[in-house]
DNA sequence: TTGTATGCGTTATCAT
DNA sequence: ATGATAACGCATACAA
């Protein structure tokens, strides 16, 4: 690989000369930034992006760590915080942690290692302790882990809310809410807390099923669901996320319940699954890309030392399609 | 952020006896041993992977090109590439080129100036001689560009087989497959030469339907799925991919047409939406963990210099479900 | 307008 | 068993 001494020798000046035309700072005579120019082509010299970090103190990298990046939401926030984060010259180092903490605490000290300017945390499996003393950029998006470490998430009280009141709106007597084990400490707790005083404060009775620490291990989900029915054969609302309601429309149509005659589902992302299930899925539409441009531009902030906001809630909407 | 400079300060010794510990090299003493890792953890220090990279002219990353981590696909691919890669002490750079050849030229130049010790391609946009030019380890995974370049797919012509034979088997008389565009000249239209010869040769009526050249234009589909039935109301039979699936099982359900009892659908991947939908979808699975796993030893057998199969063909398997 | 020298953090080579 | 020094590729302060 050729390197800046190489253009330098081809082009007959220096290496200061040929980094003054590849960064375009100071003055250069026409003639010299065109014979640069040309040795660069020729050579197909390409800048050392390592040799620049060592330099500048700075990597342009940022590391992203997700539970899993072949879950719907999480895949889509990747996609997102990718391009915006390009967008401002930044490249993702990706972290699947599969909410494993040894895991997790190994990816932060690779990419302190690699000196990444920032991380954005979509997974916390640690003590809140070990996020504050890493002493680096970093923001937690559909999370929150601490008052002091800056988050973006979507207003999930205000989503709990919505669904609740939607599904008693259309005439259910009975509801249930499928999610997450609530000793993650997850934000999909609050989700639950509104619900539980929504249908509470309207007089309706309701239920919850948890899923084991193993969130997104969706083989459990079946059992569950069908447990959940077979408990609560009158239960005729369920409020739970998309892949989860996906879950729960098979077990209804297995069981023989129409949805959303018999059985109303409510979803909560609004990722691509929900417009593909059948019937297509009524859920709590998370903004995905506003959550993620904000996140991007959280820790960007960070690095740049600019003020950042310590907490973005965002609005979530409620999208009414067909399953409830 | 402290340097080995300051540790060795610290413990009272060179940085080249620091570098020893760091890298349990040469001959040290047990008492040096200790007050150097002493000295480590108390400046809580972390050795810059950036230097090192400058040094030995690798930097333990590798390059991952997609279209979009968001499609449940590559996402998986991208899940199971970024675990492998870790297993053998690399890390991801992760890049979506939307299918597009600007961003594609763009990223590919990123990753280079970056000194990516490889590169793993889901996405091909670009000419041959680019990718050939390249000069570096490269491996392409579901594509195949070009004879010369090391890529790893599965049997796209027997998957095809087996779908067309199945949905023959079950009794369908007139077949249809939804495929991306031909254009493109992806592996897929492998799948339709296949899908074709088998049912010609069994005598099976058989139409094609193509998406536009944004493939991951997924608003698209309601569209050309409604026209296929409108266009062939007698099709009994389909052949897609596994988000394809999603909608023409959609559709059918809006036209009255029940699944699989008058319209069987045979997807192609085997996916996380697979086993989603409803009904369950029969389809051809594609062993992503292993296509990943592979494509990770071809880049990193690149690496290192050893030689690497230039073409991997993993075997692919029918899954039957619910839809045919 | 261009060149010289220095240093970023690390490891390898060659001493001692 | 440990230390001094050069080198990796680049950008900057200072000279010319």
């Given at each position: ?5 190489d ?10 000369t040929?980094?003054r ?8 005579s ?9 040795a660069m082509?020729?050579l197909d ?10 330099l500048?103190q ?5 590391g ?8 719907p939401f ?6 997102h ?9 930044y490249?993702i ?7 494993d ?7 932060i000290?690779?990419?302190?290692r690699?000196k990444?300017?920032?991380i ?9 302790h ?41 005439g ?5 809410m ?5 000793q993650?400490e997850?934000?999909p ?12 404060s309207?007089g ?11 969130v ?14 077979a408990d609560?054969?009158d239960?005729?609302g369920v409020f739970?996320?998309d ?16 949805v959303?005659?018999d ?14 299930l ?14 993620s441009?904000?996140?991007v531009e959280?820790?960007i ?15 979530v ?6 399953s409830?």
């Amino acid at each position: 690989m050729p390197t800046i001494k190489d253009v330098a020798l081809r082009a007959g000046v220096t290496v200061t000369t040929v980094s003054r035309v590849l960064n375009n700072r100071g003055y250069i005579s026409a003639m010299t930034r065109e014979k640069v120019g040309l040795a660069m082509k020729e050579l197909d010299y390409v800048p050392s992006e390592v040799a620049r970090s060592l330099l500048r103190q700075r990597s342009s990298l940022i590391g992203l760590i997700l539970p899993a990046v072949n879950h719907p939401f999480f895949g889509e926030l990747a996609m997102h915080i990718e391009r915006c984060a390009y967008e401002s010259g930044y490249k993702i180092l990706l972290c699947n942690s599969q909410l494993d903490s040894i895991k997790e605490r190994d990816y932060i000290d690779m990419l302190k290692r690699h000196k990444v300017d920032g991380i954005i945390m979509g997974s916390h499996t640690l003590d809140v302790h070990e996020y504050l003393h890493l002493s680096m950029p970093i923001v937690t998006i559909d999370r929150k882990i601490d008052g002091r470490i800056p988050s973006v998430t979507s207003d999930n009280r205000q989503g709990g809310l919505l669904a609740t009141r939607h599904l008693i709106g259309r005439g259910c007597r009975k509801l249930a809410m499928f999610g997450g084990s609530l000793q993650l400490e997850l934000l999909p707790n609050q989700r639950y807390t509104s619900f539980c005083e929504e249908a509470t404060s309207q007089g309706i009775d309701h239920v919850l099923v948890e899923t084991d620490l193993d969130v997104f291990d969706f083989s459990q989900y079946t059992a569950l669901v069908d447990k959940l029915f077979a408990d609560h054969p009158d239960v005729d609302g369920v409020f739970t996320s998309d892949v989860k309601a996906a879950y729960v429309i098979q077990a209804c149509r297995r069981l023989g319940k129409a949805v959303p005659e018999d059985v109303k589902v409510v979803g909560y992302d609004d990722s691509q699954v929900a417009s593909l299930l059948m019937p297509r899925l009524t859920t709590i539409r998370q903004p995905m890309e506003t959550m993620s441009r904000r996140a991007v531009e959280t820790v960007i902030g960070q690095i740049r030392g600019e003020p950042v906001p310590l907490e973005t809630v965002l609005p979530v909407e409620l999208v009414v399609r067909e399953s409830a």
